[in-house]
């Protein structure tokens, strides 16, 4: 068991006084205690200047899919990308000028979440790059409706 020493005993003891904690030392075994409860893999504790923390991990088997938060933007580029569409054709769908602009706030938010991906990854870049959805995307914009 992982001893607790308070930093500050001033605002320790102002805590007790409150009634918001029952006794010194008590939070990290009840932490330990409700992760084994739960079914969670043991969280770490680090101690570093000027600091203290405690990281939390993630049981896969337990934890149910979590659907990443997905911009009002890329929303608008999964909705709008019909089969294997080039930049001047998604450009033309969302009523867009500027590239930039594309790539940054529509494509790479969509390409980072795996919502769609190239079909030419190896040549990010070529002229003849399209994006597509992938079956996460299509699930996506399925959930949504």
Do not use: W
Not at 28 to 56: H, M, W, Y
Not at 75 to 101: F, P, Q
């Amino acid at each position: 068991m992982i001893l607790c020493k308070p930093r500050n005993r001033l605002i320790t003891q102002t805590f007790y006084d409150m009634g918001m904690i029952e006794q010194y030392g008590r939070g990290t075994g009840q932490i330990l205690n409700d992760c084994k409860a739960a079914g969670l893999p043991e969280p770490s504790f680090d101690n570093f200047s000027g600091g203290f923390r405690v990281l939390f991990k993630r049981n896969n088997t337990s934890t149910p899919h979590v659907t990443p938060h997905v911009t009002p933007h890329v929303k608008k580029l999964l909705l709008a990308c019909k089969g294997e569409m080039s930049r001047n054709e998604l450009l033309d769908v969302l009523h867009l000028k500027d590239r930039k602009s594309l790539r940054d706030v529509y494509i790479l938010p969509a390409l980072n979440d795996h919502l769609i991906k190239m079909t030419q990854p190896d040549s990010p870049r070529s002229t003849y790059q399209k994006y597509r959805l992938t079956a996460k995307g299509k699930a996506m914009l399925a959930d949504e409706q």
